[in-house]
């Protein structure tokens, strides 16, 4: 080597967030450690209600779970969230055969060409409001697969993959958060021996709140890479498909039925649900129905069809596996008997807080708790009733309790690595975890003061 041969520059390493596999297989070997560590214990639990009787916490023999058996459990949690996996798999087919129709492509160039310059700034907000809606109303997982629909849109007004996410994802989720009709709530509200859909206005009052910051926030971010590239936290834009145009493009009745098909299920689903107690299997069955009635009305081959259908079902593939990963971090919990531990450690320091403070107090621990269990069904039966003695003592309005474990389950799903839908979203969308927690995680601070101001002012006020 010559002397003056310069050395090789040293590359800095950058730091990467690892794949949300990675991420869950983490955390279920903390919880693993957690069941040598903390001290086991119980709650009674009532057999005619199945819900948690409070002030009946015992300690038990441990039962630790080595990372063995944690393995072993994987097979038994993707069987156990086999109603979600069918959920996930039907509705990535019948987004992915009216997706390939064209009708979704027709309908966005049409919408992009009469907007013109204007396109984002309606566009957006428009779609960000109607998906905030449909998850308020008829929150569930299978939403997520509409975040295809959402790469689409972005590829027309030249915005990135987070915009899609931000778009499609984090509106629906916001919407649920605070839906006066979603299952948790009604659970809940139940559970607390509130009535059903009781307090519907002041909850109407937050759902709009957060709603509007998530349009504020998405709208702001997507102006912001549209007039300069460099900002996307992504990297890169999306470009137009060579073979879309804005020349006057047509609509017409094959094009709006067909995208209607995307809605009509979740809308005739909403009310089933509300009246009538339909649960997922109405849902896929309306779901699998829009899939013919998209077949007819494009005429599409029955082969083909089925092709199209099974070929959108098996992307969903990969996003079942890490469904069933997710679902040991709450078996281990439970067989360790630690997470009633978890919640009597809570419930104890909450009801030192005052009364002032225990709304908040209540908010922050289900936010916490959802990082590890993001379920809000499997948290109602074992949270609410722990929650109701504080509340009663501290004279807080069981309303307020009953928003406070909403906002609190809501709130983090966009975050906590353990959620499938999550790694569903990221997953379809091709961004990494980490991008997508530099974009988010002011949004949730935003939120998280919004929550605390509603829920500190609805309990000054005594609303019940």
Sequence with gaps: MSANTQAAPKQKRSFSVPHVLVLIIFLILVCCALTYILPAGLYEVDSATGYIVPNSYHNVARTPVSPWSALLGVTAGIASQGTIIA??????????????????????NYSVYKLQDKSIKVLVPAVVVLMSVIGGLAGQDSLVAFVAVGILLVKQLKLDRIAALSIFYLSYLTGQAAGPTIAIILMAQETAGLQPVSGLGARLVVWATLTLTCVLYTTHYCLKISRDPSKSLFGSLEA???????????????????????????AVYAYGAATLGWGFSNLMAFALLAVLAVGLVNRINPSRLAAMFVGGASTMGGICLMIGF???????????????????????????????????????FTTLFNLLIPSGPAKVPMLIPLFLPVADALGMSRQVLCLAFQLGDGLTNYITPVSSVLAAALAMSGVNYGKWLRYVLPY?????????????????????
Excluded at 87 to 108: D, F, Q
Excluded at 450 to 463: E, P
């Design 87 to 108: 959920l996930l798999l039907i509705m990535g087919g019948t987004i992915s055969v009216i997706i390939e129709s064209g009708a979704v492509g027709s309908v966005i």
């Design 444 to 464: 949730v601070c935003i939120t998280f003061v919004i929550s605390v101001a509603a829920l500190t002012f609805l309990q000054s006020i005594g609303w019940s």
């Design 240 to 266: 137009p498909d060579e073979s879309s145009s804005l020349e006057a493009p047509k609509l017409g009745f094959k094009e709006i039925a067909t995208v209607s098909c995307m809605f009509v299920p979740f």
């Design 326 to 364: 997710a679902k040991v971090i709450g078996t281990v919990l439970t067989d360790g008997n630690i997470l009633h531990t978890i919640a009597y450690g809570a419930v104890n320091v909450i009801g030192q807080l005052g009364s002032a403070a225990t709304a908040a107090g209540i908010f922050i």
